[in-house]
């Protein structure tokens, strides 16, 4: 299974007319995905009719509406059995986790852990390891997120005890733990399981910053994984359950940044067209892919006059961005801090080298230096510098937030045909279940069993 975490409908017209105006391509040409549309997922949670990607992951794993914050627990916090434990328990399947946020984030950890708030990674860290009631159901995670599995005792560590989980993981359950890109492409086909990739201590680079020698890119991240759980399935016979999530598309819509959304939303449609290969080659198996939800309330377009609008957006802007929104605040925060938070910094090297505009107002830049007084965080500031973006691309934004607005449904490969049509984000697990033959219920009642022992 394949997540676009705040991908919308708009997101996929927005990247394409964006890519072949950019690329000189014909107004035919299409993205993977747009090859493989069968229909539509509605997503609200059982507190809000707009999701959040704890809900909507929940609904993806145990097949059931909770509320937002949920990370596989019913709405009465009650744990509820995913497709990916009863994947290695009932199938015996490898089972995988790629992911470009932290792996203890909220898609990743509805399918791997339970617990009744998103935010508590470092429990949910352990339970991925396998301690939890289950034992250890997942085989390979790669990601981001290093900071939750190390003893407070260590630079960078995101815990507030000296647990040591790096470690004990590989005592405990044999946990194979790689953190640098060199150790990355050591990786091989016969590499053992379990096996964990923790490439950044938080979330792993937006794609519009990385540089391919520091941190592998989601595609390979997807790639390396198919290679590894194919051949050790093979071994043991049973086939393979891998969730793989576009994780970093939603957090560019947070902060409304345009390009950023772009580079993360090709590296996405890369991966698809990697995985749909893979699905060529291995008759049997099957590609699904959705979103939790939208974020940002995209527009492909915006009135930015009093006037009747024209017609048009224009991506010419898009392609001067050489730096993600939420880098250029570090950098201006950092500039803050060392009393280096010149007019000058913020126009040549914010603005003009990060941004690449050279048309700035002095009411956009009153704006942008005004952010210094206020009381609020940086993420305020990086949607600031973006809008300098989307205003002149006339690219427009609803919310810093997430919308309810329904998300495409893409499949391909084996019976990708039974799912043409509109349906709930619920039903989407329940036609897993039928496809692996998967008993959730048996898990959630193992669970509440070995749970109160």
């Known amino acids: ?10 997101s996929e017209t927005f990247s394409r007319q964006y890519y072949s105006w950019k690329e000189g391509l014909p107004v035919k040409a299409v993205f993977p995905l747009d090859r493989i549309l069968v229909g539509q997922s509605r997503t609200q949670s059982s507190s809000s009719l707009i999701t959040d990607s704890a809900a909507g992951a929940t609904a993806f794993s145990c097949g059931l509406k909770s509320y937002n914050g949920a990370i596989a627990v019913s709405p009465d916090k009650i744990a509820c059995g995913t497709v990916l434990e009863s994947a290695k328990i009932h199938r015996h399947m490898k089972t995988g986790l790629v992911v470009k946020s932290g792996v203890t984030h909220a898609t990743p950890a509805a399918f791997s852990a339970h617990i009744d708030w998103r935010d508590l990674e470092n429990p949910i860290a352990e339970q991925q390891l396998g301690y939890n009631p289950l034992g250890r159901t997942v085989d390979l995670m790669f990601g981001g997120g290093l900071c939750h599995f190390l003893s407070n005792t260590t630079k960078g560590s995101c815990r507030n005890d000296n647990k040591d989980l790096i470690k004990q993981g590989e005592d405990d359950f044999g946990w194979d733990t790689r953190t640098t890109r060199e150790e990355f492409d050591l990786l091989h086909e016969n590499t053992e399981l379990p096996l964990m990739g923790l490439f ?41 359950f891998l969730m793989i999530e576009g994780s970093r598309i939603d957090m560019a819509g947070h902060i409304n940044d345009p390009a950023t959304m772009f580079h993360e939303i090709w590296e996405y449609q890369q991966t698809v067209k990697a995985v749909m290969k893979f699905v060529d080659e291995n008759p049997g198996t099957i590609l699904i892919s959705t979103s939790d939800h939208e974020t940002g309330g995209l527009t492909v377009g915006r009135q930015i006059t009093n006037d009747y609008p024209r017609y048009e957006w224009n991506p010419k802007p898009l392609s001067k961005v050489k730096k993600s929104s939420e880098v250029l605040s570090w950098m201006w925060a950092k500039a803050i801090e060392n009393e280096t938070d010149t007019e000058e910094f913020l126009l040549y090297t914010i603005i003009a080298d990060g941004l690449g505009l050279h ?41 810093m937030g997430h919308t309810a ?20 984000n619920t039903e989407i697990s ?23 022992q």
């Open 1 to 10: 299974m394949m997540i676009s975490d705040g991908f919308g409908p708009a």
């Open 200 to 240: 950044a201590n938080n979330n792993m680079n937006y794609a519009i910053d990385n540089h391919l020698s520091d941190q592998p890119s989601l595609d390979q991240m997807a790639e390396k994984a198919l290679k590894i759980l194919k051949k050790s399935s093979q071994k043991s016979k049973t086939g393979f």
């Open 359 to 399: 048309d700035v107002s002095k009411e956009e830049l009153a704006r942008l230096w005004s952010w210094k007084d206020s009381e609020n965080p940086i993420e305020y500031f990086a949607v600031i510098l973006s809008d300098l973006v989307s205003r002149r691309a006339q690219i427009g934004w609803s919310t």
């Open 405 to 424: 607005v329904d998300v495409n449904l893409y499949a391909y490969g084996h019976k990708s045909e039974l799912l043409r049509g509109s349906y709930d």
């Open 430 to 452: 329940d036609f897993i279940v039928d496809y692996l033959k998967l008993d959730l219920a048996d898990i959630t009642k193992r669970l509440l069993e070995l749970g109160s």
